[in-house]
Nanobody, 121 residues
Framework: QVQLVESGGGLVQAGGSLRLSCTAS????????MAWYRQAPGKQRELVAA???????NYAASVKGRFTISRDNAKNTVYLQMNSLKPEDTVVYYC???????????????WGQGTQVTVSS
């Protein structure tokens, strides 16, 4: 059984910062891409930032320069440092990992349960 557990969401004032963490646990052989998505009510889930196992990153235009994604491969953990937060960043954030389970030949996609981020104006 593989689980992605997120933490770090909460309430912050506009201009403030939050750091999200997500740790993958279970019988994992390797993790390729780890990413953060977000989803507002009634809208499609959108990519916020992604990072490969080698550290190559990709960001949505709306967060570039404000958010930083990083990962600790030894801990199977991905982080999202969010600075200069805006009220429009208020949504649920989901962790995502493309990983290969032990004794599996393929990479599958897994999701965390989501963590709420609320930015007050």
């Amino acid at each position: 059984q593989v689980q992605l557990v997120e933490s770090g969401g909460g309430l912050v004032q506009a201009g403030g910062s939050l750091r999200l963490s997500c740790t993958a646990s279970g019988s994992i052989s390797s993790i390729d891409i780890m990413a953060w998505y977000r989803q507002a009510p009634g809208k499609q889930r959108e990519l916020v930032a992604a990072i490969t196992s080698g550290g190559i990153t990709n960001y949505a235009a709306s967060v570039k320069g404000r958010f930083t994604i990083s990962r600790d491969n030894a801990k199977n953990t991905v982080y999202l440092q969010m600075n200069s937060l805006k009220p429009e960043d208020t949504v649920v954030y989901y962790c995502n990992a493309q990983l290969r389970r032990a004794y599996s030949r393929s990479y599958d996609m897994y999701w965390g349960q989501g963590t709420q981020v609320t930015v007050s104006s």
